[in-house]
Every structure is written in structure tokens, then in C-alpha cells.
């Protein structure tokens, strides 16, 4: 049996006018990937910002959920639980 | 009546946008746009009421495509960018060329890895052309230092011509569903077959719509003195071929050096063409005395062109897209370089003037008088 949960997506201010100018997004599903699915089915404009076209994340975004980067816990595979945070933010990088 | 000169500028900082009355006596200058983000690709498309369109290849949030409806006053984004098939495993680099097609808001785009998309409704939308994006040698081409990219783009009726670095000369004949190699005569210093049927790093072609048929390549030269396997292959960075791009022929002798990236035809003679040498080693002017060569007689012969640019050290690099011409009866030609000046020579080159020389570093300069 599945269930859906209720979590917060930040969105990084260079991002919002994919989305509404929305500062987070109610999202739900059980993993990062999940999360992106939704992005992608909802924000498609959005999604391509943070996804390139073979469903990797971008090389210089990071996905944070709670206060732990994806890459340290399961990467995409990362599970999420209602209340939740996953934060879209951006490499520190370039010159 | 065209009454103003419209230079677009991309540069790793943004888009520039320059204007001046006909008689380029002073230049204003906005922007930049896309602010912070390479844009390597603009096109001024003088079809109906102008619009500028600009590539912004954004490292952090990908590629889009931008476009203007006032002349450079403002840009917005397309509605989307080029984009490989989910399923076809490659994501797109960068975007290296825009060009205009032959039916209204028809755009065509170049970009990195090699491939080829097209826009009928002005860049909304994209469709990858799948004649040479999926040909059958595109996963052999190997990057060169700039990328795998697909950097010129040229039409000519149903005749396409493409520029891939490091792919060589494709050309289609029927409208650019289909493409062939083409490159006899055209060399490569990085194999051991100096002329291999593909996989040349040819840098820009151009052509003149008064002849057709002739077409002129600054290609990878600069292998002189290589003494390896094939052996030395001197003079095949300038070439020209008067068939169509079936066949090419050197037309480098005199220029101090067959290593370049932009190449300029005059746009009321196809006799008259620029080249811009670069050491090969440092890709910079030859002994930091910058120059603009012209050849008068399509490449028997070349004329350095410097007055008024610096006499020394002053070790430019020019970009492939870097330097432009004009349509005016006397035109004047436009460079950009990776130190931020911008140049234009008045007369065809005759004399030299610095327009700006704090430019964030240049990748790209288009010229149109609208």
C-alpha cells in the first residue's frame, strides 16, 4: 500500500518565475526522484532548469532534503516524509 | 530606409547590444542581458520586423534561447530551448549557432554535442533534425577544445552546409534532411591520414549569395612542421572550393599563418574575403601585432590590414564568430576579442578604431543595418 506525503520544495529566487514566482511548492511522493517526477509533470519550465534532458540533475545544482545534500544520504533513491524539506539551491562556482 | 547599425555582442558576461546611425561615428551601447551567462550564438534576423534572438548557456540552469522584438532594448525567453530526445542519451552543452531558415520565423540552431535542431514558430518550439544529429558518423566526432560543437550553419537554397568541430564539412541538397561529409581537400593535423572522409576541425565557412557555388573554409591549420605519421601538411587551415564544397583547394599562401577562427566575405564582392591569423601555439596575433588580412581575388593574394590597431604586444584571440561585416555600400567590419575590445575597420578594414575595450571576453559579434 502507497501513500502520498505532503513535503515543501524551496525553490531558489532565480527560479520562481518558472513557477508562478512561488517562493516553495507543495509537493508529494516518497523520494527525490519522486519530487522531480512531479516537477516535471507540473513546472515543466521549471523542471528543465534543474534537470537536463536525460533526467540527471544539473552538474552545479545541489538537492538538499532537510540539511543533508541527496548525495550523501540515497541520491534520487533518498526517501521524503511529510514535513520534509528538499531545497533546490544552486553550486557555489564560476568566475 | 535602414537608417541604424545594430551589433549584438556576446560575451561570457551577457549579451551587449550596440547602435549607431549609418555613418558608425558613435556607438551606444545597452546591457548586458542574460546578465552573467555565456551567450556564445546571436542572430540579428532582419526578415519583416527585426528581431534579435541570443543564446544564454547558462552552466547552472542549461540552455535557452532569447528573444527580442525591440531591437535589443529588451529580451525575453522562448518558450523552450533545443533539447535532445528523452531517450536519446545526450544532453544539451551549449548552443553555437542561430541562423535564419527560408520560411517566416524559420530559425535553424548549431549546438553542443554536434546536432542540429529547427524552429518554425520563431524558437518556441524545437525539432531536432535527425539527418545529421543521428548520422551515422556523429558518434565518432571527437570534441575539440571549444566542445563538440556544431558551429556554422549555411544555406543556400536547398543546399545546407555545416561546420563541426571536430566533425568536418556535411552538406545537404535537400533542404537538410539528409547530409553527406564533403571534405576532400580538406586536412587534418591530428590524424595520421592528413585527409580523413570526416573528423577535420574546420572552424567557419562562408559564402556569398552572388556565387554559390564558391565557399571558403578557415579550417584547423597550423601543422606545418609536423613531422609525424602522414607527415607535414602545411597551408590546409584556408580553403576554397568553386564546386559546391565537393572539393577544396588551399588559398593560404601569403597570410603569416593558416591558423584562424573567423572568416568574413565581403558582402557586395565574393572575391573579396577576411581572415584573421592566429599563432596555432597561443592562438593569438602573430608577434602580438594584431591584423586583419583581406584577399581582393578569393585567395591569390592577401593584404595585411592594421592601421590603427596596436603595433605590439597585443595578443588577441578572435572567436569563430567573433567578426562580422556589414551591408553599407563602403562596409565596415566588426571583431571582438577575448580581452573585451571591440574593433571596427572602416573603409573594408582600412582603418581601425577601438569601439569599447572593457567588454567582459567576447565569443560572438553580428552586424545588421535595420
Known sequence: MTSTTAVELFVPEMLRQYCGKARTLDVSGQTVQAVLDEIERDYPALYVNICDETGAVRRHINIFVNDDHMRDLHGLNTAVAAGDAVTILPAVSGG | ?370
Open chain 2, 1 to 370: 530606409m535602414p537608417d541604424r547599425v545594430i551589433l549584438t555582442i556576446g560575451t561570457r558576461k551577457g549579451l551587449f547590444v550596440a547602435e549607431s546611425a549609418k555613418a558608425r561615428g558613435k556607438f551606444t551601447l545597452r546591457g548586458p542581458f542574460a546578465t552573467g551567462v555565456a551567450v556564445y550564438a546571436s542572430l540579428i534576423d532582419t526578415r519583416g520586423t527585426p528581431r534579435i534572438y541570443a543564446s544564454s548557456c547558462n552552466p547552472f540552469f542549461g540552455m535557452k534561447v532569447l528573444r527580442s522584438n525591440d531591437l535589443g532594448k529588451s529580451f525575453k525567453e522562448t518558450k523552450s530551448a533545443p533539447a535532445f530526445p528523452k531517450d536519446d542519451g545526450r544532453a544539451l552543452a551549449n548552443i553555437w549557432s542561430l541562423e535564419p531558415g527560408a520560411a517566416k520565423n524559420e530559425i535553424w540552431c548549431g549546438v553542443e554535442p554536434a546536432s542540429l535542431f529547427r524552429s518554425r514558430d520563431g524558437g518556441d518550439s524545437w525539432e531536432m533534425i535527425g539527418g545529421i544529429s543521428n548520422h551515422e558518423h556523429s558518434r565518432k566526432w571527437q570534441p575539440g577544445a571549444g566542445g563538440l560543437c556544431l558551429h556554422t550553419i549555411l544555406r543556400d537554397g536547398n543546399r545546407m552546409h555545416l561546420g563541426i568541430s571536430t566533425g568536418g564539412h556535411y552538406m545537404s541538397e535537400d533542404g537538410g534532411e539528409t547530409f553527406k561529409a564533403s571534405n576532400t581537400g580538406i586536412g587534418a593535423g591530428f590524424s595520421p591520414d592528413p585527409y580523413p572522409e570526416f573528423g577535420q576541425c574546420v572552424h567557419k565557412i562562408v559564402g556569398h549569395k552572388d556565387a554559390p557555388g564558391r565557399l571558403y573554409i578557415q579550417n584547423h591549420g597550423g601543422w606545418g612542421e609536423w613531422d609525424g605519421p602522414g607527415g607535414r601538411r602545411p597551408d590546409i587551415g584556408v580553403l576554397r572550393s568553386d564546386d559546391y564544397g565537393k572539393t577544396w583547394r588551399s588559398i593560404a599562401k601569403g597570410l603569416p599563418s593558416d591558423f584562424g577562427f573567423p572568416m568574413v566575405v565581403h558582402p557586395h564582392n565574393p572575391d573579396t574575403v577576411y581572415v584573421m591569423p592566429l599563432k596555432p601555439q597561443t592562438r593569438t596575433c602573430p608577434d602580438g601585432a594584431p591584423a586583419v588580412w583581406r584577399s581582393e581575388n578569393g585567395g591569390g593574394s592577401w593584404k595585411r590590414l592594421a592601421k590603427g590597431m596596436p603595433k605590439k604586444e597585443s595578443f588577441f584571440t578572435i572567436q569563430r564568430d567573433a567578426m562580422d561585416i556589414d551591408e553599407l555600400k563602403s562596409p565596415a567590419l566588426y571583431f571582438g576579442t577575448t580581452t573585451g575590445q571591440l574593433w571596427i575597420g572602416h573603409d573594408g578594414g582600412e582603418e581601425w578604431e577601438c569601439l569599447f575595450d572593457a567588454l567582459p571576453p567576447i565569443h560572438n559579434v553580428k552586424v545588421a543595418v535595420v
